[in-house]
């Protein structure tokens, strides 16, 4: 075992511990950009849905940045991030009249 001289602390295996931060510090980095373009995105979408008078409800649909965030962020995968992406555009673009429909009704879910 080598043990290395660190900031006045020996530790084990100093240098493969520091190879590995940058790449956890790149990956929540780019997790967190993900997660605000996505509360963005969602915060907007339901903003367009009261401009347009479309009527749809549901927990995806509100103004509520940080609830977007967080539950990006803490609690999903990117599939379902996307998947719940495509609901509120499929939604708008049939409330618009120009998107084809997926769905029957308004969601409420």
Known sequence: ???TWMFGVQVL???SAISLTPAIV???DGKQAFCVDYANEAVEM???NIALGCGIEGIRWHEWWDSHYGWCKDWVS???VHYHTE???TE???CRGDGEQRSSGR???
Request: hydrophobic residues 40%; proline residues 4%.
């Open 78 to 80: 990117p599939k379902d």
């Open 1 to 3: 075992m080598k043990l």
């Open 13 to 15: 295996g100093a240098a």
């Open 107 to 109: 969601s409420r879910y």
């Open 46 to 48: 339901q903003r367009r």
């Open 87 to 89: 609901l509120r555009r």
């Open 26 to 28: 790149a990956a929540q």
């Open 92 to 94: 708008i673009a049939q």
